[in-house]
Structures are given as C-alpha cells and as structure tokens.
C-alpha cells in the first residue's frame, strides 16, 4: 500500500477543505520502482558513510539532500537505511555511532565503482 493525498470539500476545518491521505494498493511497477529507491537510498549512505566517516545522522542527512518540508533533516529516513544494513552486516553502531563493518567498507567501494561506470 501507498498513501496519497486526498482533499476532501465536505469535511472542512478554519482553513478550508480537510486535507488527509488514503492507502492505494501499489502496482507492480510501484513496488519494483519502490525497492529500486530503497536500494539507491542505502547505496547513497553507504558512499557517504566512506566520505564521512565519523559523520552523524544529521550530518549525513544533510550531505544527502535528505530534508524535509519543514526544512528539518530526514533523521528517520536514515535511520532506516542504517537499520536495514546492519541486517545485512554492513554497519554496527559501537559506542552511540554508526560504522562501517569489513564487509560494509567493501560494499561501499562496490558502490562507488559502479556508480563511476
């Protein structure tokens, strides 16, 4: 499922119309290109995790473009990522910071060739 914007004329509050989100069953198409954003996302990390290495959440954040509407840094989105490639044994955190494993350091290299190509 993903969710989309929905403006509703009868609901309304002091501003006007009520604005809200329903879940649409995603496609295909939308999943595959979902899974592709996620991927590009950790890839993204990783490679600043090489230029940043002692970098924080925030930093990296900032360093991606990850920035919200509000105009704060996208911590939970990081967040996420660092979460999924601890899964795969590419980051640990030690001692309240994030760093790349062996393996992580090899993966990030990997990145950053194929990108270049």
Not at 33 to 56: H, T, Y
């Amino acid at each position: 499922m993903r969710f989309k914007p929905y403006t509703c004329d009868v609901l309304t509050n002091e501003n006007g119309s009520y604005h809200s989100v329903v879940a649409v069953p995603m496609t295909q198409d939308d999943i595959e290109r979902s899974a592709k954003q996620v991927r590009s996302n950790e890839d993204a990390l990783l490679d600043m995790m090489i230029s940043k290495p002692s970098g924080s959440i925030r930093t990296w954040c900032e360093s991606l473009g990850w920035i919200g509407r509000t105009g704060k840094p996208l911590v939970s989105k990081v967040t996420r990522a660092l979460d999924k490639l601890r899964q795969e044994g590419f980051v640990i955190k030690k001692r309240d910071k994030w760093k790349l494993t062996k393996t992580g350091h090899k993966e990030a290299q990997d990145v950053i060739v194929r990108e270049a190509l």
